[in-house]
């Protein structure tokens, strides 16, 4: 591992933190949301599932440990990729669940190669958001499902705070509504093809500031345990504090949502007569 200075360590953006502690980054929802994604998407051990930007590997190995599926996690990230294969192997997953250095908008498979694509908020990260949603349905089998969980703005949000996530992440974000991320993968369409949503389901988060201090020191103290990082836990948890905060900030704005969509060669006409769930 390189060794770092505490000028690095407290100028590294979120990202590359998180790869270097080894926070065990899940999607937004954690656990539940993973469960939620299996049981509608009917995922099974016969499936191959690629996750874009898998980071240390939560999603990856529990949606694996969870139906026996096996998984590709793509990244670009070294130390995340590295880390996300140690997680498999402790999971006893490790001969089904790889990990690989690449990009959303350069995926190295052939046409048609999965039965599921999950892209998590990873797109929100990327600057050419159509060149990399065409890349997730090019790999995706017909029938397949293509996983989103984007978060977005419920109510306006200051400048300064849209400006300092931008700078954290190492990414310009904009203030984007659930129905961008639904225009967006909506309007994707292909001529040889269809993207159908068949699966809805909304979340807002709660305000964690009270349990921020003691999340840093217990994922520091759990994961720093050797040298060369060992000496400059204090920096560590500084820079860990700086991100946690930020963003239980900007999520006070915000919320997301689950949306499953479907690959069909053949395009249904628009349902007339919806439903929803009687109370």
Not at 153 to 164: A, F, G, H, L, S
């Amino acid at each position: 591992m390189k060794k770092y200075t505490h000028s690095e360590i407290t100028n590294l953006d979120y990202s590359r933190f998180v790869g270097l502690i080894n926070e065990r980054n899940r999607p937004s929802g954690g656990i539940r949301t993973v469960h939620t994604v299996a049981v509608n998407s009917f995922i099974n051990d016969k499936k191959r599932v690629l996750e874009i930007g898998s980071n240390t590997g939560f999603t990856s190995v529990n949606i694996s440990l969870l139906t026996g599926c096996k998984v590709v996690g793509i990244d670009i990230n070294d130390e995340s990729v590295q880390k996300a294969a140690e997680y498999a192997d402790q999971n006893g997953v490790g001969e089904r669940v790889t990990f690989l250095k690449g990009s959303a908008t350069f995926l190295p498979f052939k046409n048609n190669e999965f039965d599921m694509v999950w892209a998590s908020n990873v797109t929100s990260f990327i600057q050419d958001k159509g060149g990399a949603i065409a890349e997730y349905l090019r790999v995706l089998k017909p029938g397949g499902t293509l996983v989103v969980v984007p978060i977005y703005y419920r109510k306006k949000v200051p400048t300064q705070i849209i400006e300092d996530v931008s700078s954290a992440i190492g990414t310009k974000i904009k203030e984007w509504d659930k129905q961008y991320w639904k225009d967006l993968f909506g309007s994707l369409q292909n001529p040889g093809f269809s993207l159908d949503l068949y699966f809805e389901r909304d979340f807002s988060y709660e305000d964690r500031q009270a349990s921020i201090e003691a999340y840093v020191s217990e994922v520091i103290e759990s994961n720093i345990k050797s040298e060369p990082l060992n000496e400059h836990k204090s920096a560590l948890k500084e820079r860990f504090s700086f991100f946690m905060k930020l963003f239980n900030e900007n999520l006070k704005y915000a919320g997301f949502s689950i949306f499953l969509y479907q690959k069909k060669l053949l395009k249904d006409e628009v349902e007339l007569f919806l439903t929803h769930e009687a109370n």
